[in-house]
């Protein structure tokens, strides 16, 4: 079971009262070793404590860890993933390693992450009707497994429409989830993924 929730983001004000309200929150965000802009990181974070209160698991937001590459962790299960873009965050938590992304889609220079690309997947972007749409399809499954393996991204993962990918000695189950229209999203497993649950939640 993978249960995924997602938030629209609190403006800046907002953010700093979570803060306020959270203590642990604040320390998260002096902890971290990249935080992006406040009111992504806090709605990341606000939604895991909303699941951890929700759930019999002996951790809290204090105990979590950060490896070589900065990937936060417990030091034991639930695994958890969060990912933001726009004005959406979303986490994933799950008893085995996941990660999850989520991208707005908008218009690129698509040809600027050819090299990201097996000539496979590229030739099907470029014959692609629908190339914005297929490119984020693909980037978030790519960037989802990238952020379950947790290592790094000195190398990407070849998907080509794959339910399930080999990836550094490790096989990966993938899953789209739709959240809002204009949103790509994937969640990568390293066990099949028998179910998955998506809630909204609303910052008050």
Known sequence: MINIYYTYLPSAGKAGLLIAGNPAIGRQLARAPRTGDLPSFVAGRWLLAQILATMQVPYSLDDIRFNEAGRPAFPGPPHFSISHSGNLAVCAIAPHTIGIDLE????????????????????????????????????????????ADGTGPDAFPEINGLAAVQFRGNSYYLEEIRLEEGYACHVAATAPIRSITVKELSIP
Not at 105 to 114: G, M, R, S
Not at 123 to 137: G, H, I, K, N, V
């Open 104 to 147: 707005q889609e908008k218009e690129i220079a698509l040809p600027d992450f050819e090299d990201y690309f097996s000539q496979e997947e590229w030739a099907a972007l470029r014959r692609s009707a629908t190339p914005y749409a297929d490119f984020y399809r693909a980037w978030t499954a790519k960037e989802a497994i990238l952020k």
